[in-house]
């Protein structure tokens, strides 16, 4: 059975409607066509999982939410859910700006892979290779530190090594000339350590290998060919678009906004990329393989290979037992039985974001709330409990029902 076969009769799906409302609401917008036919058990599948997600948006309160789906190179499941802020209740919708945190890490990583692409750089160069001046406590560190160590968090450096200070509004430039003054704890390679310092290294090395800005390079490479059409890495792109979330905070009597500050854009690559789940859904098409003229699936397995063990129960509690976790570079890997996920997620200034794929699969999600709670960190691995029990047949159906007009594609084009 030919993929692409499997991939003509998952479109049919589109026949679910995207919904584009606010929580309160209950009526559905009309779709200008209907596929010939569905196939039954994704729908299914798709309205289990909105009723679940229904039923944690009240429980949890959380004021707005967005969710995509993908499944291979379609979007089968796009909403927008509740409000951007309590004092004006303005719906969320598809094109409602959210912040990403460190699920912009993964970013980082690809654009890194896109560059590799051209060969202006390798994953094992030496960082001193592209930034001579740049030096940590150890010279012979120094000169061994590569791009892979950096987007890995394997750099030697102490746990959120001056995310203090990252916090405090420091510049990059003087962030980064801190690093040599403080104690390491490992060789290279040799102990994972979250970072958001170190990590934003990145950008600076990319500016050294193309002449360009972290913010120019993404938008050219990423943003503007992925049709991320409402995606930024600054305060000033997320404070000029109206359409945006407000992130919110727990009182006594309930969500309240609070104002967008401008802490982690110092750290673009760590945390600095605004989005929304239209954005998202484009990116994940990225990820699952299917825009290979930008970023091509060579590029993927290498960001995506597990470089260093990691602690399961910090990240994945909610996830079923006998799991083993990794970092690869900008992103988290869970392994669980016969099922790899790849995975990231992000919490700033009172967001909440979650990213997750299963590439044998070839499914996708990502949730963006604005404010912190349980309800992003369980919708994901609720979201592939569900599916797993699904998968089967949606897989055989699709495989018995494959022989749709091609003009059904065409038009599922049109109207995107």
């Not at 009526?27 to 196939?39: F, L």
């Not at 992130?247 to 605004?274: D, E, F, Q």
């Not at 996920?341 to 990502?366: D, K, M």
């Amino acid at each position: 059975m030919k993929k692409s076969a499997v991939l003509v009769a998952i479109l049919s799906v589109l026949a679910i409607p995207l919904l584009v409302i606010g929580l309160e609401h209950k009526e559905e917008i009309p779709q200008p066509w209907t596929a010939p036919a569905t196939n039954p058990y994704l729908e299914k599948f798709l309205n289990d999982y909105q009723r679940f997600l229904q039923e944690s948006l009240v429980e949890t309160g959380v004021p707005g939410a967005a969710v995509a789906i993908v499944m291979d190179s379609t979007i089968v499941f796009l909403r927008g859910y509740g409000v951007r802020s309590t004092k004006t209740n303005d719906s969320v919708d598809i094109n409602t700006v959210f912040r990403l945190g460190s699920v912009s890490k993964g970013f980082a990583s690809v654009l890194t892979g896109v560059v590799a692409q051209d060969s202006l750089l390798h994953w094992d160069d030496n960082v001193v290779q592209f930034l001579p001046e740049f030096s940590l406590r150890s010279k012979e560190q120094t000169q061994h530190l590569t791009i892979r160590h950096i987007l890995s968090h394997t750099t030697g450096l102490p746990y959120h090594t001056y995310t203090n200070l990252v916090e405090s509004g420091k510049d990059l430039e003087t962030l980064l000339g801190r690093l040599q003054s403080v104690q390491l704890i490992a060789k290279e390679g040799e102990v994972y350590s979250y970072q958001n310092v170190a990590y934003s290294l990145i950008a600076e090395i990319l500016r050294s290998a193309t002449e360009k800005s972290y913010e120019e390079l993404i938008r050219e490479s990423i943003f503007t060919p992925l049709h991320m059409n409402t995606a930024t890495v600054t305060y000033d792109g997320i404070n000029e678009n109206p359409n945006t979330a407000l992130p919110h905070v727990y009182h006594r009597s309930g969500w309240t906004p609070v104002k967008i500050t401008n802490r982690y854009y110092n750290v673009a690559p760590a945390g600095g990329v605004n989005a929304s789940i239209a954005d998202m859904a484009e990116w994940l098409q990225a990820l699952l393989g299917f825009r290979e003229k930008i970023i091509t699936r060579e590029t993927l397995d290498a960001v995506f290979h597990p470089i260093i063990r990691t602690p399961v129960r910090r990240y994945f509690s909610h996830w079923p037992s006998g799991k083993r976790a990794f970092y690869a570079m900008g992103w988290r890997i869970l392994q669980y039985g016969a099922d790899t996920v790849v995975y990231h997620g992000g919490s700033v200034n009172g967001y909440r974001s979650e990213i997750a794929l299963n590439r044998t699969r070839g499914i996708g999600i990502c949730v963006l709330t604005n404010a912190s709670s349980g309800f992003a960190s369980q919708s994901i691995p609720e979201f592939f409990a569900m599916y797993g029990t699904y998968a089967d047949s949606i897989k055989f159906w699709a495989e018995e029902n494959q022989s749709f007009d091609s003009t059904l594609t065409e038009q599922t084009a049109a109207d995107k």
